[in-house]
């Protein structure tokens, strides 16, 4: 199969974007996971999909597969770019617009300086919908929220907030987030039991009320350069704890992500940062791997 694509970073969260606008190219998940292969395919965190309107009200559906070829619910930096690639392309010339993903609708908004701020809709706090299994955990309460404590044998414990940003995050503050073991504790994160379907892993080093440093091992894709959804959670963690004011620049790898909430538990997390084009492509996707 011949299909042309388009490559795209949002704070050097790297994504291979899809049009199916037109029509459904029906990758397996063996396919999403070769245009995902950095040595083979194209390479990508993610792969994101632009399909049609599903429903009145909405501009597309954005389906997003990660690395490893599964379907996920949310990625945030890859929100940017889907809008900055449905205006680029001509699919639409509203600066704002509405998409279904998995898990609800999200509204996507260009900025005048070239920025993109996503409405990444209210966090979840519900355990049965990050979904969260606190039972056996040993928990605390920090500013009135629940903290748990995950073993991760060798390394250790891991005392994480747990919230979802439309996927699941677990996120813990760190003394100095560079030196710390997060290749090492990620996988470990990621897969503990009390995540029926693992979960994102967070690193959180806090410079001040309005500044942190945030690295992020990603279910199905290892630590990526920046994490949209991370950088969410993150900051809703941060606040929730007493520790955060309602708007933080958040330091990645791949540049800073502005996130803003005001607190209360149905108010909406907003994020602004870049999406930029990388460049323009097509490639032969073999029919069985």
Same mark, same amino acid.
Not at 47 to 76: K, W
Not at 150 to 168: C, E, F, Q, T, Y
Not at 262 to 283: C, K, L, R, Y
């Given at each position: 199969?011949?299909?042309?694509?388009?490559? /795209?970073?949002?704070?050097?969260?790297?994504?291979?974007?899809?049009?199916?606008?037109?029509?459904?190219?029906?990758?397996?998940?063996?396919?999403?996971?070769?245009?995902?292969?950095?040595?083979?395919?194209?390479?990508?965190?993610?792969?994101?999909?632009?399909?049609?309107?599903?429903?009145?009200?909405?501009?597309? +559906?954005?389906?997003?597969?990660?690395?490893? &070829?599964? +379907?996920?619910?949310? %990625?945030?930096?890859?929100?940017? %770019?889907?809008?900055?690639?449905?205006?680029?392309?001509?699919?639409?010339?509203?600066?704002?617009?509405?998409?279904?993903?998995?898990?609800?609708?999200?509204?996507?908004?260009?900025? *005048?300086?070239?920025?993109?701020?996503?409405?990444?809709?209210?966090?979840?706090?519900?355990?049965?919908?990050?979904?969260?299994?606190?039972?056996?955990?040993?928990?605390?309460?920090?500013?009135?929220?629940?903290?748990?404590?995950?073993?991760?044998?060798?390394?250790?414990?891991?005392?994480?907030?747990?919230?979802?940003?439309?996927?699941?995050?677990?996120?813990?503050?760190?003394?100095?987030?560079?030196?710390?073991?997060?290749?090492?504790?990620? *996988?470990?994160?990621?897969?503990?039991?009390?995540? *029926?379907?693992?979960?994102?892993?967070?690193?959180?080093?806090?410079?001040?009320?309005?500044?942190?440093?945030?690295?992020?091992?990603?279910?199905?894709?290892?630590?990526?350069?920046? %994490?949209?959804?991370?950088? %969410?959670?993150?900051?809703?963690?941060?606040?929730?704890? &007493?520790?955060?004011?309602?708007?933080?620049?958040?330091?990645?790898?791949?540049?800073?992500?502005?996130?803003?909430?005001? &607190?209360?538990?149905?108010? *909406?997390?907003? /994020?602004?940062?870049?999406?930029?084009?990388?460049?323009?492509?097509?490639?032969?996707?073999?029919?069985?791997?």
């Amino acid at each position: 199969m011949h299909i042309r694509f388009t490559k /795209m970073q949002g704070a050097g969260n790297d994504f291979v974007v899809l049009d199916e606008t037109r029509g459904r190219l029906g990758l397996s998940t063996a396919q999403y996971r070769f245009l995902a292969d950095r040595h083979f395919g194209v390479g990508a965190d993610q792969i994101l999909t632009v399909r049609p309107s599903p429903a009145a009200g909405l501009d597309f +559906e954005y389906v997003i597969h990660n690395a490893d &070829g599964g +379907e996920v619910e949310h %990625c945030g930096n890859g929100a940017r %770019c889907f809008v900055r690639y449905v205006r680029d392309k001509g699919l639409t010339d509203k600066n704002t617009v509405r998409v279904k993903v998995q898990q609800g609708e999200i509204e996507l908004s260009m900025n *005048p300086d070239g920025r993109v701020t996503v409405n990444m809709g209210a966090p979840v706090f519900d355990w049965a919908r990050v979904p969260f299994n606190p039972i056996g955990l040993i928990s605390d309460q920090v500013n009135g929220w629940p903290v748990f404590d995950l073993s991760l044998g060798d390394l250790g414990i891991a005392r994480v907030g747990v919230v979802s940003m439309g996927n699941p995050h677990a996120v813990q503050r760190v003394d100095d987030v560079a030196a710390f073991p997060v290749l090492a504790q990620g *996988p470990l994160i990621e897969n503990h039991t009390a995540f *029926p379907k693992r979960v994102n892993a967070g690193f959180m080093q806090i410079v001040s009320r309005s500044q942190i440093k945030l690295r992020v091992f990603e279910r199905g894709s290892g630590e990526t350069l920046a %994490c949209g959804t991370g950088a %969410c959670a993150a900051v809703v963690a941060g606040i929730r704890q &007493g520790w955060l004011d309602s708007r933080v620049d958040v330091q990645t790898h791949g540049g800073v992500l502005t996130i803003e909430w005001a &607190g209360q538990a149905d108010s *909406p997390v907003m /994020m602004t940062g870049p999406a930029t084009p990388v460049f323009e492509g097509s490639i032969d996707v073999p029919d069985t791997l």
